[in-house]
Structure formats: structure tokens, C-alpha cells
């Protein structure tokens, strides 16, 4: 499991990259076929940049070893045609990862807005300004209220949305970094910009964005899940979008995303045993996936 190797390699000055949300649940194999990313993969990459090799077993029976421990394997890259192949192309039985060092230095915020416009507008010109954070991450009100309501985070329930931004690397570099994403916050209309006070509330706010979805279970039983990425500069205009479809529809949509890299997650919360809810929620996913490639995105 994801988690048991970032427990096991705790304090030993590494960690494992990819950080999916299901990082208590989701196993390395399911990782290398999904190709699977997280918040952090903004800076550090998906799983296809921490895997060097891969023992597999091929539709044939035959167990073949792609990639290698050395730099540069020699011959074509089939461990990177494997990883994200979602067991079309064999099972994975052993897999060698690459870890990587723990920055010397970290810091996390929490900016505040009003609208998810003002969040969407600040992820997209911190980008624009040439820099890269560890992560950046958006929750729009009603999963941030769910949210703040099952694991008590820290997180303000009276926000239009809230962005997760953490920045790390050499202390001094870290603080530039930092003062930054605040005043470019405030110019998109920050009502507050919080840095947290030590681990234990950065580790309280990453488990509030990372307990999301089983969040959702507080408002409904049911949700449908969309995985597309849109240009950031497309952000606000998307998601304004889905929302008025989530309208049309009579549906409820919640929308907690990797701002960074533009990778949206709308969530439509319903409860199945509705009378007729299944036919309303299958049309506004084909409407909201309709709008994310309209706006010159791909399905992720």
C-alpha cells in the first residue's frame, strides 16, 4: 500500500513521490497501472518518473524485467509504455521505485476567497510567474464545509474556496516563494492568507484535502467522479460551467481539484435511489466532460 511505504521510509530523509488522495487504500501495482499522480505531482511528476523497473507477467505467461536499476537502460523504453497500461498489457509483480530526498524546507498555506474565480485566477498567474510550488490545491465551499465537518482540519466554512499552495526546498528560497503566493493572492482578493504554524497543522490540513471524497458520504451515499485537465488559463470559465450545469440538472456538484496542472475532479452527490437521478447525472457528466474539451483539455 502507497501509505506503508511512506510510513516505512519516515524519517529516513526520503519519501515516495506519488501521493494519490487514496494513498491509505491504493497499492504501488495499482499506482504503476494508473499512472497515478496526487497533489504533489505538480513538482515531483506521476508514478512513470519514480518507477525504474518493472517485473512482469505478460498475457503469454512469460515473465519479462523492463527498465533497470542503471541510469540509462539500454533499448526502448517499455517500462514507461507499461506504466498507466491499467493491466492491458500484464500483471506487475515486483516494481523498483526511485525514492526521493526530503526538501530541507517546507511551507504550507492557506488562502482564502470568496469566489472559486479568485482561487482559480491566483493558481493560474502564481504558474504564470514562473513558479512551480510543491503543490497546489483548490476545495470550493460545500466540500470544504463537508470536509472541515468530518475531520475538524482548520479549514474556514464561510469561504467561497480555499487553495492549498506549499512551496519547498532551501529555507531561504522557500520564504521568497511564499511571500509571493500571498501578495499574489491578495491582488485576486484573498479574504485571509494563513501559514501554517508547525507539522502538526500541515499535516492536519493535507489529511482534511486528502479525506475529500469520503467527506461527501456526510451529504449523500452516492457521487460520480469526472477526471479531466483544462488549461489553467480555463479554470474559472470551466468551472463556472459546471457549475450552471450541475443547475440545469438539479444536481448537487462539489469541486475539489489539482489547480496546479489544471486536473479538475468535479463531484456530482446524489443519492441512487431516486427516481429518475441516475438518467439526470449521466447526462450533466456528459455535459461537464463535453465543456472541459470544448475548452481545450483531454480526459485524465
Sequence with gaps: VNLDLTRYLHR???????????????????????????????????????????????????????????????????????????????????????????????????????????????????????????????????????????VNAGYPRDAGAVLLAEVDGLAESIEIDAERIAQIGNDNNAIEVRTAADETERAALWKGRKTAFGAVAQIAPDYYLHDTVVPRSQLADVLEKIYAIADKYDLLVMNVFHAGDGNLHPLLVFDGRDEGILDRVHAAGSEIVRVSLDAGGVLS
Design 12 to 150: 529516513s530523509g526520503f519519501h515516495f513521490a506519488p501521493d494519490p488522495s487514496s494513498q491509505q487504500v491504493c497499492t504501488i501495482g495499482g499506482n504503476v497501472a494508473n499512472n497515478s499522480g496526487g497533489p504533489h505531482c505538480l513538482a515531483y511528476g506521476v508514478t512513470n518518473a519514480h518507477v525504474q523497473a518493472l517485473e512482469v507477467v505478460l498475457p503469454s505467461g512469460e515473465i519479462a524485467m523492463l527498465g533497470g536499476l542503471d541510469a540509462e537502460p539500454a533499448g526502448i523504453d517499455l517500462r514507461g509504455a507499461f506504466v498507466g497500461s491499467e493491466g492491458t498489457l500484464g500483471i506487475t509483480t515486483k516494481i523498483a521505485v526511485t525514492i526521493t530526498p526530503d526538501a530541507p524546507a517546507v511551507k504550507t498555506l492557506l488562502l482564502s476567497f470568496e469566489t472559486v474565480r479568485d482561487a482559480a485566477n491566483t493558481v493560474s498567474q502564481i504558474i504564470a510567474a514562473g513558479m512551480v510550488p510543491a503543490a497546489l490545491e483548490v476545495m470550493d465551499q460545500r466540500i470544504t464545509v463537508a470536509v472541515e465537518n468530518y
